[in-house]
């Protein structure tokens, strides 16, 4: 049973950083890639970041590029993000995500970190 399981969040201010953690277990199989969502009350879940496991090509949302870095560790099947310059509008709970070979979207999801940042 695949389980991936965040870590990092918190109560920062404006302007300061976090770095956000999912380590994933279960994993039996090939991942195509690892994403980075977040939902802010009263809103949708949006995408933040992914990388794609093999080749470790990223790509950003718009709202949090040069901002905020998304990275990999292979060997401990371990995603981070790296939030940087944060705004008071990066609050949300943050999901990480996994997606294998041969669906289309994100099939595996974490129950989330909360990230609040103050003004």
């Known amino acids: 049973q695949v389980q991936l399981v965040e870590s990092g969040g918190g109560l920062v201010q404006a302007g300061d950083s976090l770095r956000l953690s999912c380590a994933a277990s279960?994993?039996?199989?090939?991942?195509?890639?690892r994403g980075w969502f977040r939902q802010a009350p009263g809103k949708e879940r949006e995408f933040v970041a992914a990388?794609?496991?093999?080749?470790?090509?990223?790509t950003y949302a718009d709202s949090v590029k040069g901002r905020f870095t998304i990275s990999r560790d292979n060997a401990n099947n371990t995603v981070y993000l790296q939030m940087n310059s944060l705004k008071p509008e990066d609050t949300a709970v943050y999901y990480c995500?996994?997606?294998?070979?041969?669906?289309?979207?994100?099939?595996?999801w974490g129950q989330g970190t909360q990230v609040t940042v103050s003004s």
């Open positions: 995500a996994l997606r294998s070979f041969r669906v289309t979207s994100y099939n595996y």
């Open positions: 990388i794609t496991w093999t080749s470790g090509s990223t």
């Open positions: 279960g994993v039996t199989f090939s991942s195509y890639a």
